[in-house]
């Protein structure tokens, strides 16, 4: 039997998503939304977490969450549609070298199939995930 992927040209990716400023559940609806539209089809959602800021102190509690998607994209593809997605919403600057921020939202590529790419602002899989319980617990709970 040839795997349906292969078929279909549709490649599983496991999305994060965080946000701990303005309305944050409308926030991950939005986000949903976009995705939804620009990226493909929602296959599955994790519950939302309240999880404190990682990386940097903030009042702003987070809300994360994960979702698997099906997608046509390549990874780059992905990559600038998850970064278009944010700048719609709101977000004015990515994090660098470890300075992290408050923002609207944030969309993590965490994993695509079982690919492995490292190329400058490409890494995949995502290379701190296994240190944030705020991304393992969401994504297992969704992890098939």
């Not at 490649?11 to 609806?29: A, D, E, F, V, W």
Request: charged letters at 25%.
């Amino acid at each position: 039997m040839i795997d349906q992927k292969i078929n279909t040209g549709l490649h599983t990716i496991y999305l994060g998503l965080g946000s701990n400023i303005g309305n944050r559940k409308r926030n991950m609806r939005d986000a949903i939304q976009y995705l939804e539209s620009i990226v493909g089809t929602l296959v599955r959602q994790s519950d939302l977490f309240e999880t404190e800021p990682w990386g940097f102190d903030s009042p702003n509690l987070f809300i994360n969450m994960c979702v698997c998607m099906e997608t046509p994209l390549s990874p780059r593809q992905l990559l600038e549609a998850t970064q278009s997605i944010e700048k719609k919403m709101g977000r004015t600057s990515k994090s660098e070298a470890g300075e992290y921020a408050d923002r609207i939202i944030d969309i993590d590529i965490l994993i695509y199939d079982d690919l492995k790419i490292n190329d400058g602002d490409l890494v995949i899989p995502h290379p701190l995930m296994h240190e944030r319980d705020f991304v393992m617990i969401p994504l297992r709970q969704i992890l098939e």
